[in-house]
């Protein structure tokens, strides 16, 4: 019992929890920025720790060390408090994703729902952080934010319901054990590989929607509203702000592995207990580096859109896109 | 294509210099007008330099009586000797141009940073 | 539509997407904008009236510092019309030179021109891949002047740096290394989708525009004005030398970016023309003593016309100088076709005029309501001030 109880608390606070999540979106922040950078022939973050490592919380820490400004203008409740408690509905989306085993830390029948809603609320935030900033700059970015969270709802959901109808189940585990075994005796079942890649293709659109980053960066865009939503944000709860960005990074990538590309599965050589957990943890990473990268790169070969473009875009193109997908998918009967 | 551009540049050194700790690439050439050197032995103090520069950070500072004992023949008319303001300075080259005895060189050494406001006055 | 529907703001004096300070005033309705007005003036710095108590060697590095990008444009201009006063015979050599110098600068400029835009429209990778081409450039302006920035290549009556066997081996080397370079920048510029769907169309300035606002330049080219004073009233060596003016019709900022590539293979054509006809002689005419008179002098900078005016009064230091920088006339055109733009558009007009603000100084009000622009005299300068200060006051 006792025991039971420590174990949880071990593996919420520290292993893998709060802890490990938060440095492995340090990490994802990194890797990304050097990615980034060297597609441009940048060296990237390099001096914080070994080939710039800390970076992510050597920012972290700077900006939380410096003086925080509240505008005279701002909701002066919601503008204090909220960026703190805006990084939590994500660290809880992240217990629900299995990372070391075939089960999340939570699990339940609807994780799906969870993650959705919290996909969402995220957005929710970040609106409510440029509105009561009480500037015009960030009143633009947080209606853009709203704009892209409209165009790119469906989509993303639609993308989802793939795996979702693959495995009949609204729960993680069950997803990804429907992506167990091999096709022709070499092919993993993922659902990346076969008709579900067009699914994947929206779904990383759409991640890169969620996310911000170019090209669909256009909440923030610096050269024409200065940082949108995060504008009138300085010290700790930017801080917070920057800690928030990382790990959303960190959860939807997780959802795409864990949904599309088997989560921690692979060759498991007959190892179990401590050692399998390692090794499923292994492929977890390697998969989400993968999709980091690729994300990398499509994100640094476009230019930022502007929002009637993405609107226009998603509403015309992707949306009856998903939809017929989903109808086609449907009808095969979850292929 | 850019993306075949991009995933080769992902393999390829990065073209950063990581200057002041490297500066293995750089490009230093000949003519480059940076730190000045005044070689005082061969300065006839005819302030030529002082009266050419555009930007008046020459001052011709009086020598003083050790320097006044120690003038060898060459330089025996000399009372005065030129002092260069770096932090003013616009790096034009002027004063090495108009110089008679070639004795007011512009190098190429462009590391100048300085804490101390001394260092940058060239000539004392 | 009742008056809550409209937001007022200001981008600038800072703001990330302007290099430089001055401010654009925008009401928008939505994202949509109704109203915009151009602040100018934030950087005057007073060169004209300090020219005034300088002799004209000095002045000419004082010209060089007007603008820190076409930096040898006003240099040279400067020279040519003290050289006009003077009525002194530049040598050939010089001319070449001259003519050089100004090439290399387009390149760079229109380079930067281009990193700029690519920044402004959130592609950040093309902007560094330009401005690492765009080292090649500054390495050979660096070994061949002595800097990167402020070449301090020109005297009155010549230059001060001779082409040597060497670098000019060097020059050749850079060339050809930038050529394929320049490729591989013009494919990705004019065929990325998102840098079409993001300039094509955007801030037209049609030709009535360009011809009532004045505009010059590649400003000018791209809305069908033929014109380019290299071409039209040849100064330097541009007139033993064989290029094409390219002009467009459509007035976007994608033709912008068309036609400054196109000039950037331009540029190189006369680049390797001087180098290969480069006349031998000497590169400098002595000036000296006291000037009389006043001369005009109109060099075509990477941004457009430049125009230099000094007047002496049996005096080494000038009179009255008095610039006009290509900005000044470009801006106005920018400000104009905004209206009806949505707010992601206003750093991608802006910008395609490559804009310097340094250069402009003076201050100009446009009021849109009206379609009148005007430019303040001193006498309704101090007035609006003095009304300023009282509502601040107040
Ligand atoms: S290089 Fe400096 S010291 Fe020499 S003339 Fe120019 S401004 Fe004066
Ligand atoms: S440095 Fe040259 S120009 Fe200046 S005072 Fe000495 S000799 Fe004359």
Redesign the interface.
Same mark, same amino acid.
């Given at each position: 019992m006792i025991s039971d109880i420590a174990l949880f608390l071990f593996q919420s606070i520290v292993f893998p929890g709060v802890f490990f999540i938060v440095t492995l979106a340090f990490g994802s922040n990194w890797m990304y920025r050097k990615i980034y950078a060297r597609l441009q022939r940048r060296v990237g973050p390099d001096s914080a720790g070994k080939y710039g490592f800390m970076q992510g919380f050597a920012d972290f820490l700077k900006t939380a060390s410096k003086e925080e400004i509240v505008p005279r203008s701002a909701n002066q409740v919601i503008f204090r408090v909220l960026p703190i408690i805006a990084p939590v509905p994500i660290i809880v989306g992240i217990f629900f994703i299995p990372m070391m085993g075939l089960r999340g830390m939570i699990s339940s029948p609807g994780d799906i729902y969870a993650i959705v809603f919290i996909l969402t609320i995220v957005t929710a935030i970040e609106i409510v952080l440029g509105w009561s900033s009480g500037s015009k700059y960030s009143l633009i970015g947080a209606s853009r934010s709203g704009m892209q969270l409209v165009s790119f709802g469906i989509p993303l959901i639609f993308s989802m319901l793939y795996p979702i109808i693959r495995a009949g189940s609204f729960n993680l585990m069950d997803i990804v054990l429907a992506q167990d075994g091999t096709n022709f005796g070499f092919l993993p079942r993922w659902n990346v590989l076969g008709l579900g890649v067009i699914a994947f293709v929206l779904f990383l659109i759409s991640a890169l929607a969620e996310l911000e980053k170019p090209p669909f960066d256009t909440p923030e865009a610096e050269t024409e509203i200065a940082g949108g939503w995060t504008l009138e944000y300085s010290g700790r709860s930017y801080a917070y702000i920057l800690l928030m960005e990382d790990l959303k990074m960190v959860f939807v990538i997780s959802i795409g592995v864990v949904l599309f590309l088997g989560g921690p599965l692979g060759p498991t050589f007959g190892i179990s207990g401590w050692g399998l957990a390692l090794l499923y943890f292994v492929y977890f990473s390697l998969k989400y580096f993968m999709v980091l990268i690729i994300l990398t790169i499509i994100s640094s070969g476009l230019a930022r859109l502007k929002i009637r473009q993405i609107v226009f875009g998603s509403w015309s193109f992707l949306t009856p896109i998903s939809i017929v997908f989903i109808i086609l998918v449907m009808v095969l009967g979850g292929v | 294509m850019l993306i075949i551009e991009l995933i080769k540049n992902l393999f390829r050194r990065p073209e950063t210099v990581k200057y002041p700790y490297e500066t293995e690439g750089l490009n230093f050439p000949e003519r480059l007008r940076a730190l000045h050197i005044i070689d005082q032995e061969s300065c006839i103090g005819c302030r030529k330099c002082a009266r050419a520069c555009p930007a008046y950070v020459i001052e011709m500072v009086p020598l003083t009586e050790d320097e006044l004992e120690a003038r060898t023949e060459k330089i025996k008319k000399k009372k005065v000797k030129p002092v260069i303001d770096l932090t003013a300075c616009i790096f034009c080259g002027v004063c090495e141009d108009v110089c008679p005895t070639d004795c007011l060189n512009l190098t190429n050494h462009i590391v100048l940073p300085s804490g101390d406001k001394e260092e940058l006055e060239v000539g004392d | 539509m009742s008056k809550r529907d409209y $937001?007022e @703001?200001n981008l600038g004096p800072q703001?990330?997407?302007l290099k430089e300070p001055e401010t654009f005033r925008v009401v928008v309705e939505g994202?949509r904008i109704v109203k915009a007005e151009a602040i100018l003036g934030h950087t005057h710095r007073g060169i004209e009236k300090v020219a005034e108590q *300088?002799d004209y060697?000095?002045a000419?590095?004082?010209a060089e *510092?007007i603008c820190g990008i076409c930096s040898f444009a006003h240099n040279a201009n400067f020279a040519r019309a003290v050289e006009f006063v003077a009525d002194v015979e530049v040598p050939e050599r010089a001319q070449y030179l001259r003519v050089l110098v100004a090439e290399l600068e387009r390149l760079h400029s229109h380079m930067l021109w281009l990193g700029v835009l690519?920044?402004?429209? !959130? @592609?950040?990778? @093309?902007y @560094?891949?330009v401005w690492?081409d765009r080292?090649l450039v500054m390495?050979a302006l660096? $070994?061949?002047? !002595?800097?990167r920035v402020?070449y301090?290549m020109n005297d009155i009556g010549g230059v *001060?740096?001779d082409l040597t066997p060497d670098i000019k081996g060097l020059l050749m080397r850079k060339l050809d290394e930038l050529g394929p370079r320049l490729e591989?920048i013009k494919?990705?510029a004019l065929k990325?989708? $998102?840098?079409i769907? *993001?300039t094509k169309g955007v801030g037209v300035i049609s030709n009535e525009l360009a011809r009532k606002t004045c505009v010059t330049g590649p400003t000018a080219r791209s809305s069908g004005i033929n014109w380019d004073l290299r071409r039209d009233q040849p100064y330097f060596a541009y007139g033993d030398l064989d290029f094409d003016v390219k002009v467009s019709t459509d007035g976007d900022v994608y033709s912008k970016i068309t036609l400054r590539i196109e000039e950037l293979f331009e540029s190189m054509r006369i680049i390797q023309q001087v180098l290969e006809h480069l006349p031998e002689g000497r590169i400098k005419t002595d000036v000296r003593g006291k000037l009389d008179g006043s001369a005009v002098s109109r060099i075509e900078a990477p941004r457009g016309e430049n125009f230099h005016y000094v007047d002496f009064r049996n005096s080494k230091e000038p009179y009255r100088m008095k610039v006009r920088a290509p900005t000044y006339a470009n801006v106005v055109s920018s400000v104009e076709v905004l209206v009806g733009h949505?707010?992601?558009?206003?750093?991608v007009i802006v910008a395609a005029n490559d804009p310097c603000f340094s250069c402009t100084d003076r201050t100009l009000v446009i009021d849109r309501d009206t379609e009148r622009y005007q430019i303040l005299t001193a006498k309704e300068l101090r007035k609006l001030s003095i009304e300023t200060t009282k509502e601040e006051i107040m």
């Open positions: - | - | $937001t @703001f703001h990330p997407a994202e *300088r060697n000095k000419l590095y004082l *510092r690519a920044h402004e429209i !959130g @592609f950040d990778t @093309f @560094f891949l690492n080292e390495d660096e $070994t061949l002047t !002595g800097n402020n301090g *001060r740096a591989k494919e990705i990325n989708k $998102t840098v769907s *993001r949505y707010i992601s558009d206003i750093p």
